[in-house]
């Protein structure tokens, strides 16, 4: 089945044993992280997730604002971004193009027996009115993060992709050359087009199937490149990974935090908005953007819950926060939006 992606094979599992963060046949975390999750509450989380569901989504589709293409190409002396919800990243530095996480599709359970479906309508056709892509970024293979209709359409348009150790194997069975895919472990570090790119550490999980749990890595990135300091969190519950990555890495600029889908069971995966904040300020970040927000419902709390508690949180710890409209072009300079969520019910 194509949304598998590509099969972990006993040669694969012997170049990932290299890893120093590959233990008992599997990538591991630098803490011990579980979840509660049991044959004692699953059947409630099951409950709550499908039936109740009140606040959960939007009343009616959010909408996106489109590209505009000669506003975002046209070169600047400062990284410009535009978040499109969840974790889809587009980022212009240093006069390349940079995408992270690209899940534009519209269902973010395609192997489930219930959809979970994207809160605005028409978003995988973003991908045809962006331009060619110089480097994509991925930090896992969860079908959020990694998804097959989204590849089907960028993979012809992207030079280069830079991901988490083992979710190249997806890449290649879907059609991307071996050449034009660079893997990363933790800390691992290149230098493109004058960026420098980092893979840093996060608390989470990967796997698309059965058999393939924590089969490949998952992480964060850094880019730096003319003065100017970018902290992907990706996925992951809170921890103390924050600090080494500020302490290696930071301050910086701007920071994208993992905000959404947490719930008490599998907190240690997910972080609640506080923490999301305190990463923030651990790291060094100077301003914050919550994302993994505002595309999916994939736990229990409300769409809003998430941006509203980290405005609330961020400005109790005096941390500065952005939090940009879907699709809007913002920079390092831009002033706190309007809490938008509001304008919909």
Same mark, same amino acid.
């Given at each position: 089945?194509?949304?598998?992606? +590509?099969?972990?094979?006993?040669?694969?599992?012997?170049?990932?044993?290299?890893?120093?963060?590959?233990?008992?046949?599997?990538?591991?975390?630098?803490?011990?992280?579980?979840?509660?999750?049991?044959?004692?509450?699953?059947?409630?989380?099951?409950?709550?997730?499908?039936?109740? &569901?009140?606040?959960?989504?939007?009343?009616?589709?959010?909408?996106?604002?489109?590209?505009?293409?000669?506003?975002?190409? &046209?070169?600047?002396? &400062?990284?410009?971004?535009?978040?499109?919800?969840?974790?889809?990243?587009?980022?212009?530095?240093?006069?390349?193009?940079?995408?992270?996480?690209?899940?534009?599709?519209?269902?973010?359970?395609?192997?489930?027996?219930?959809? &979970?479906?994207?809160?605005?309508?028409?978003?995988?056709?973003?991908?045809?009115?962006?331009?060619?892509?110089?480097?994509?970024?991925?930090?896992?293979?969860?079908?959020?993060?990694?998804?097959?209709?989204?590849?089907?359409?960028?993979?012809?348009?992207?030079?280069?992709?830079?991901?988490?150790?083992?979710?190249?194997?997806?890449?290649?069975?879907?059609?991307?050359?071996?050449?034009?895919?660079?893997?990363?472990?933790?800390?691992?570090?290149?230098?493109?087009?004058?960026?420098?790119?980092?893979?840093?550490?996060?608390?989470?999980?990967?796997?698309?199937?059965?058999?393939?749990?924590?089969?490949?890595?998952?992480?964060?990135?850094?880019?730096?490149?003319?003065?100017?300091?970018?902290?992907?969190?990706?996925?992951?519950?809170?921890?103390?990974?924050?600090?080494?990555? +500020?302490?290696?890495?930071?301050?910086?600029?701007?920071?994208?935090?993992?905000?959404?889908?947490?719930?008490?069971?599998?907190?240690?995966?997910?972080?609640?908005?506080?923490?999301?904040?305190?990463?923030?300020?651990?790291?060094?970040?100077?301003?914050?953007?919550?994302?993994?927000?505002?595309?999916?419902?994939?736990?229990?709390?409300?769409?809003?819950?998430?941006?509203?508690?980290?405005?609330?949180?961020?400005?109790?710890?005096?941390?500065?926060?952005?939090?940009?409209?879907?699709?809007?072009?913002?920079?390092?300079?831009?002033?706190?939006?309007?809490?938008?969520?509001?304008?919909?019910?």
């Amino acid at each position: 089945m194509k949304q598998f992606g +590509g099969k972990i094979t006993q040669e694969l599992k012997e170049r990932y044993s290299k890893s120093d963060n590959w233990s008992e046949n599997k990538f591991q975390n630098l803490v011990k992280t579980t979840m509660d999750v049991n044959i004692q509450t699953l059947p409630k989380i099951l409950y709550r997730q499908f039936f109740e &569901t009140a606040g959960r989504e939007p009343g009616s589709p959010l909408p996106i604002q489109p590209f505009r293409a000669s506003e975002f190409l &046209t070169p600047t002396e &400062t990284p410009k971004f535009i978040w499109y919800g969840h974790s889809v990243l587009l980022m212009q530095v240093s006069g390349k193009t940079i995408l992270i996480d690209p899940m534009f599709g519209s269902n973010a359970s395609p192997i489930a027996p219930f959809a &979970t479906k994207r809160f605005s309508a028409g978003s995988l056709e973003i991908i045809d009115s962006l331009p060619e892509i110089d480097l994509v970024l991925l930090t896992h293979d969860h079908y959020d993060h990694l998804d097959l209709d989204s590849m089907h359409r960028l993979i012809p348009k992207v030079k280069h992709f830079y991901t988490a150790l083992g979710v190249g194997r997806h890449l290649k069975y879907w059609g991307v050359q071996g050449k034009n895919i660079t893997e990363f472990d933790w800390w691992d570090q290149e230098i493109f087009h004058e960026i420098q790119i980092t893979f840093t550490p996060s608390r989470h999980f990967s796997g698309r199937g059965l058999t393939d749990r924590a089969k490949s890595l998952w992480g964060g990135w850094v880019l730096k490149e003319n003065g100017s300091s970018i902290y992907f969190s990706g996925d992951g519950g809170y921890g103390d990974h924050f600090k080494e990555v +500020g302490s290696r890495l930071g301050p910086f600029d701007i920071g994208f935090m993992e905000c959404g889908q947490y719930n008490e069971h599998w907190r240690q995966i997910h972080m609640f908005p506080e923490e999301a904040v305190q990463a923030g300020l651990d790291s060094g970040v100077k301003r914050a953007v919550p994302v993994h927000w505002g595309a999916f419902s994939l736990a229990q709390h409300t769409w809003k819950d998430p941006a509203e508690r980290f405005v609330q949180a961020a400005m109790e710890q005096n941390l500065k926060f952005l939090t940009p409209r879907l699709g809007e072009q913002f920079n390092l300079e831009t002033s706190p939006g309007a809490h938008w969520w509001n304008d919909h019910s």
